[in-house]
């Protein structure tokens, strides 16, 4: 008996915990649960969410090939990662922006924010919020031009919350939930977010903490405010204006930039909820979903450091 418990023991390199996911399998799984959103945005804004998420995403699959074979690596355009940064990107622009940028801003993404850490896996930030940093910083004008939804027109007018940053006016909860009103892309239907996003859950290709955790924070710091003053807007309006369910359910989650333990997730979590109340509150922009994702990614490796379990007899 003994001889056999002996023969029978396998002695193996890490990981030792085994899957069914795969990369491939999880980014394909997020497109499809992002279908409900591009097809609210193509009702939404027609033509112009087309050909945007087309642009966006065309190329940063070239992108990607261009990149990859110049660096002499394989090519694996196949595991789907080059479409969902590319989709992701077409969600967070505004419908009227020239395409030629939003081309140069799926680059971006591509290769500054992912493969020059070296590839999927690796990067430290997510790639299509580095390509709308970048494009807001450099073209700040065209990144703040909002079209009515159902309108062809590239007429200027305010998103929810740049009525209420700059003239104290709220928007009705209903447009914000069903979306007809302007924003980028893909964020202005929290109906359809919410559908893809517990597709994801569900499914089981993404963890629910980090979103959750955000919602906790942006609903505790505003709910503060709201006591103190209702002009500082309700948690309802902060949590479904702008990019808080798009940002919470389909970038937070991001296995690759967030911590891997429950604990960090869900500081990491409360701490962009916090940051979103702060700049929306404080700061000189109406919207602070970008930032605060991309400064807690900079936290990441940081939290997953503090929340490391100890090992097992220390």
């Given at each position: 008996?003994?001889?056999?418990?002996?023969?029978?023991?396998?002695?193996?390199?890490?990981?030792?915990?085994?899957?069914?996911?795969?990369?491939?399998?999880?980014?394909?799984?997020?497109?499809?649960?992002?279908?409900?959103?591009?097809?609210?945005?193509?009702?939404?804004?027609?033509?112009?969410?087309?050909?945007?998420?087309?642009?966006?995403?065309?190329?940063?699959?070239?992108?990607?090939?261009?990149?990859?074979?110049?660096?002499?690596?394989?090519?694996?355009?196949?595991?789907?990662?080059?479409?969902?940064?590319?989709?992701?990107?077409?969600?967070?622009?505004?419908?009227?922006?020239?395409?030629?940028?939003?081309?140069?801003?799926?680059?971006?993404?591509?290769?500054?924010?992912?493969?020059?850490?070296?590839?999927?896996?690796?990067?430290?930030?997510?790639?299509?919020?580095?390509?709308?940093?970048?494009?807001?910083?450099?073209?700040?004008?065209?990144?703040?031009?909002?079209?009515?939804?159902?309108?062809?027109?590239?007429?200027?007018?305010?998103?929810?919350?740049?009525?209420?940053?700059?003239?104290?006016?709220?928007?009705?909860?209903?447009e914000l939930f069903i979306g007809t009103?302007?924003?980028?892309?893909?964020?202005?239907?929290?109906?359809?977010?919410?559908?893809?996003?517990?597709?994801?859950?569900?499914?089981?290709?993404?963890?629910?903490?980090?979103?959750?955790?955000?919602?906790?924070?942006?609903?505790?710091?505003?709910?503060?405010?709201?006591?103190?003053?209702?002009?500082?807007?309700?948690?309802?309006?902060?949590?479904?204006?702008?990019?808080?369910?798009?940002?919470?359910?389909?970038?937070?989650?991001?296995?690759?930039?967030?911590?891997?333990?429950?604990?960090?997730?869900?500081?990491?979590?409360?701490?962009?909820?916090?940051?979103?109340?702060?700049?929306?509150?404080?700061?000189?922009?109406?919207?602070?979903?970008?930032?605060?994702?991309?400064?807690?990614?900079?936290?990441?490796?940081?939290?997953?450091?503090?929340?490391?379990?100890?090992?097992?007899?220390?």
């Amino acid at each position: 008996m003994e001889n056999n418990s002996k023969n029978n023991l396998l002695i193996s390199s890490s990981p030792h915990i085994f899957s069914n996911l795969s990369v491939q399998k999880i980014m394909w799984n997020v497109a499809i649960a992002l279908l409900p959103a591009v097809l609210v945005s193509l009702w939404l804004f027609r033509i112009k969410a087309l050909m945007l998420i087309i642009v966006c995403v065309l190329t940063s699959i070239i992108a990607e090939v261009l990149f990859l074979k110049l660096r002499k690596k394989t090519i694996s355009i196949s595991d789907g990662s080059a479409v969902v940064t590319g989709l992701l990107l077409a969600m967070v622009l505004p419908p009227s922006i020239p395409l030629s940028l939003a081309a140069l801003g799926a680059v971006v993404s591509i290769v500054i924010g992912k493969q020059v850490y070296g590839g999927i896996g690796q990067n430290i930030f997510n790639p299509a919020l580095v390509g709308r940093a970048f494009l807001m910083a450099a073209f700040p004008a065209m990144m703040t031009k909002w079209i009515n939804p159902f309108s062809l027109d590239a007429v200027t007018t305010a998103t929810p919350l740049g009525l209420f940053k700059f003239s104290h006016t709220f928007v009705s909860l209903k447009e914000l939930f069903i979306g007809t009103v302007p924003g980028s892309l893909g964020e202005t239907s929290v109906l359809a977010l919410v559908i893809g996003g517990i597709y994801l859950f569900s499914k089981g290709y993404a963890d629910w903490r980090p979103s959750v955790a955000i919602f906790v924070g942006i609903t505790l710091f505003s709910s503060i405010l709201y006591i103190i003053d209702s002009g500082f807007g309700s948690p309802l309006f902060h949590l479904l204006s702008g990019g808080v369910v798009l940002g919470s359910l389909f970038m937070a989650t991001d296995p690759v930039t967030s911590p891997v333990t429950s604990k960090g997730k869900w500081i990491f979590g409360i701490g962009i909820g916090i940051i979103i109340m702060v700049i929306r509150i404080w700061g000189g922009l109406p919207e602070g979903v970008m930032y605060s994702i991309l400064l807690m990614n900079a936290f990441t490796p940081s939290i997953n450091k503090i929340c490391r379990p100890k090992r097992f007899g220390t």
